[in-house]
């Protein structure tokens, strides 16, 4: 079975810190690679993903993550944090094939807070 | 506007009583999930369904049963509640085999349900 481990369970940051929480996974063969982002009393909602192409995939509010194949990992980085970025973050993969598709094993997430 | 819709959105209920969270989805997409959140243990599956008239089982399917009789609704039941059962439950769906190019499997959730078993 596929684990996806996030290094991180809550980073403290103050506004225009960089950030990077680390994410890796556990899957030898082609994966797709998520970011989810919950902030607080919502839904999952989709930062970003990497499904093939330049391993730098930008996403929405200013975002990005870097797949390195070689290192099993899926970083998210964004150089300036706002307060509006307080949330949760959830890493995940699956291994697109068939049935399997839509089978997005998730990390344990980390919880951003950010102080204005 | 197109998306999944979860009820209740909070329930209280006594352990050993019988409750159904209803999930509804207007995307026509044919894999549906069932997913509990609990603090510091991220998203958990429950039970999935990769097409209407099938259904799965995830990583934590004991005291849970779902049906799919359309494409639309994939309920979930609890046949007796435990405190244990007290968590988040997200609905989720995703483009199934075969529909779309590329089809990454990226899930859409719904609001979640809040549950506690007392």
């Known amino acids: 079975a596929q684990s996806v481990s996030q290094h991180n369970h809550h980073v403290i940051l103050s506004e225009a810190a960089s950030l990077e929480l680390g994410c890796n996974y556990s899957y030898g063969g082609t994966v797709n690679l998520f970011w989810y982002v919950q902030y607080p009393g919502q839904h999952l909602q989709l930062l970003l993903k990497y499904f093939s192409g330049d391993p730098l995939v930008k996403g929405i509010k200013g975002f990005e993550a870097e797949f390195i194949k070689s290192k099993f990992s899926f970083n998210l980085r964004k150089p300036s944090v706002q307060w509006s970025d307080t949330a949760e973050y959830f890493c995940a993969v699956n291994a697109p094939r068939g049935s399997t598709l839509g089978r997005l094993y998730f990390g344990r997430g980390t919880q951003l807070t950010v102080w204005p | 506007i197109a998306g999944i819709t979860q009820a209740p959105t909070s329930q209280i209920l006594a352990a050993g009583r019988r409750m159904t969270l209803r999930c509804t989805q207007d995307?026509?997409?044919?894999?549906m999930y069932w997913y509990r959140q609990d603090l510091g243990l991220g998203l958990r599956l429950i039970h999935y369904s990769n097409t209407a008239g099938t259904t799965g089982k995830g990583e934590v399917p004991d005291g849970y049963s779902v049906s799919r009789a359309n494409t639309d609704d994939f309920p979930l039941t609890l046949a007796s509640a435990v405190p244990s059962q007290t968590s988040v439950y997200f609905c989720?769906?995703?483009?199934?085999?075969?529909?779309?190019?590329?089809?990454?499997?990226?899930?859409?959730f719904g609001e979640g349900s809040r549950l506690t078993v007392l």
């Open positions: 989720a769906s995703s483009l199934g085999q075969g529909q779309g190019s590329p089809n990454t499997g990226e899930l859409f």
């Open positions: 995307m026509r997409h044919n894999a």
